[in-house]
């Protein structure tokens, strides 16, 4: 693919985000399920991917990204939160393209979307699992794009587009408040540790799962150990390595991986992301159009009332 144009400041961080949620998904995709990887594989997989004279075909991003495109592209094209409009590119990226690795129920969603003509578009993710609604990650690595657009927005702003359109298809209270709060306590006493929290304390205190209360602190505390060096990973560069601590653990780690990129990329902006490996990952000129897209339409600074 054609070099990226460098952009810093604000516009680099738009960027940064969405590239930082494509390419962990992408990187971390092929590591997802599988027993965690250890050190030695990937740091000769990074070694391997950093060597310019490498010639592989470019990794495929998931469900994780196909999904983080809609939402980015809705919020584009009707300049604001539109559920219907959300759906319906849920359901039609879906039906063009089912293998990228979806969850296994929320399908069952976009097919009722489809089946009811989007007449109540809250309504089949409500009755998922019994009416208790799904709690998988699917919502949160999504929410990339809301945050950018609602850059500038009251919170409340923010806080009502990150729940209504994780609505759409994750309606348990779990999928879309991730019981943050309650694991944040957790996160903190891992912190006070530094260096010296092994994958497997990560594993058992904040989870490496599929749920969204199970990954997403995962993900912040990814984001924060990888700000200095971190034992055993060789990548000097700290977007780099927040993506190699988030594989490193093991489980969903396209999905872990994904939300740590996101947060990493937009602290260091797009500059920082290693031009070697640009070329690894599916589409990312699509992911830039779309985070310049959304820095040029970001909402502006209103007094929250
Ligand atoms: N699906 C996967 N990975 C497995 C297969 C990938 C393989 N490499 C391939 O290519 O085929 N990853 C993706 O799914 C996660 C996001 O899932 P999402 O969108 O939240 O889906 P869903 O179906 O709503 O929930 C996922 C599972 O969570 C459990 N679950 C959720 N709510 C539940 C509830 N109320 N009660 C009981 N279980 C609940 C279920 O097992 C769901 O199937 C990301 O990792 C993405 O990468
Ligand atoms: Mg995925
Ligand atoms: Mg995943």
Partial sequence: MAVVEAVEGLAGKFRGSM?????????????????????????????????????????LYTD????????????IDEKGYCATDMAKKFVKEYYN?????YGSNVTDVFAALRATKFQDVYAPAGIQFGGRGSYGNGAAMRIAPVALFCYDAPDKEVVHIAKDSSLLTHANRLGYNGAVLQKLEKLLELMEQGDSVTPSQVEDTLGVYISA?????????????ALNPVTNIESDNAFLRTIHYAISLGGDT???????GSIAGAYYGFSEIPES?????EALSDAIEQADQLFKMRKPKSTET
């Fill in 19 to 59: 590239a930082g949620a494509l390419m962990g998904d992408c990187l971390g995709a092929p590591f997802e399920g599988e027993s965690r990887a250890s050190r030695s594989v990937l740091n000769s997989y990074f070694r391997r991917l950093a060597d310019p004279a490498l010639k592989v075909p470019y990794k």
């Fill in 213 to 225: 209360h199970m990954s997403v602190p995962t993900a912040i505390y990814s984001f924060i150990r």
């Fill in 277 to 281: 490996f640009h070329r690894h990952c």
């Fill in 64 to 75: 994780d990204t196909a999904m983080t495109r809609c939402v980015a592209q809705s919020l």
């Fill in 97 to 101: 393209e089912p293998k990228r690795g």
């Fill in 254 to 260: 396209d999905t872990i991986a994904s939300m740590a």
